[in-house]
């Protein structure tokens, strides 16, 4: 059975400080997907990064990074010099594709807080 | 940039009454989802369609749900006789392949009295 886990449930920083959000996930499959999805107060979830299991690199939006490492099946997330527009919860998820269906399996969110 | 759409945004139900949500995917996307989220819960899948007919289904959607197509645009989720548990938010999502990126609706917040 897939499972995504994010320990850390709330997260508060300040304006500016760099923070990282952790994402362990189990699955057998060889081919997955990870994505990050973030929720801000209104409710809506919004798409934030789509990363297949074969591609490793890490990537870089703006103010976002992404680390990838396949050993330690993690998929972290960065936001760096934060900013108070950016506090939402921000949920992981795996994906797979199972005889032809696939769904995504969500982590139970971190809620992320920063501060003026 | 195209968008899920869901209707209403906010529904208030009486126990053991039925309701339907309304979600217009993006056009030229092929698969749909139903996922729901318990207020300050994780998302959790219900069900996904492709083609007409249900590709995977969770425990959680058990015989009171339904899902149709009923034209080209709409997909809708019927719940036909609500309980105090079904009280969530309901997203709809789309995407034009499997493992594609999900674009999801603004969801319908629901509300059983």
């Known amino acids: 059975a897939q499972k995504v886990t994010q320990a850390q449930t709330e997260i508060s920083v300040v304006e500016k400080e760099d923070v990282t959000l952790d994402c362990v996930y189990e699955?057998?499959?060889?081919?997955?997907?990870l994505f990050w999805y973030k929720q801000p107060p209104s409710g809506e979830l919004v798409f934030l990064i789509r990363?297949?299991?074969?591609?490793?690199q890490n990537e870089i939006s703006g103010r976002y990074s992404w680390n990838f490492q396949k050993s330690t099946s993690s998929f972290n997330f960065t936001i760096t010099a934060s900013q108070v527009v950016d506090s939402a919860v921000y949920f992981c998820a795996l994906s797979e594709r199972q005889g032809g269906s696939e769904k995504l399996v969500f982590g139970k969110g971190t809620k992320l807080t920063v501060n003026p | 940039e195209p968008e899920v759409t869901q209707t209403p945004s906010h529904q208030v139900t009486q126990m053991g009454q039925e309701v339907i949500l309304r979600c217009v995917p993006i056009?030229?996307?092929?698969?749909f989802y139903w996922y729901r989220q318990i207020l300050g819960q994780k998302v959790e899948f219900l069900v996904s369609?492709?083609?007409?007919?249900?590709?995977?289904k969770s425990e959680i959607f058990d015989d009171q749900f339904s899902v149709e197509r009923p034209d080209g645009s709409n997909f809708t989720l019927k719940i036909r006789s609500t309980k105090l548990e079904d009280s969530a938010m309901y997203f709809c999502a789309s995407s034009y392949q499997t493992l594609a990126r999900s674009d999801f609706g603004p969801g319908t917040r629901l509300t059983v009295t």
């Open positions: 369609f492709y083609n007409n007919e249900i590709s995977e």
């Open positions: 056009s030229n996307h092929l698969y």
């Open positions: 990363r297949n299991s074969f591609d490793e």
């Open positions: 699955t057998r499959d060889t081919t997955y997907y």
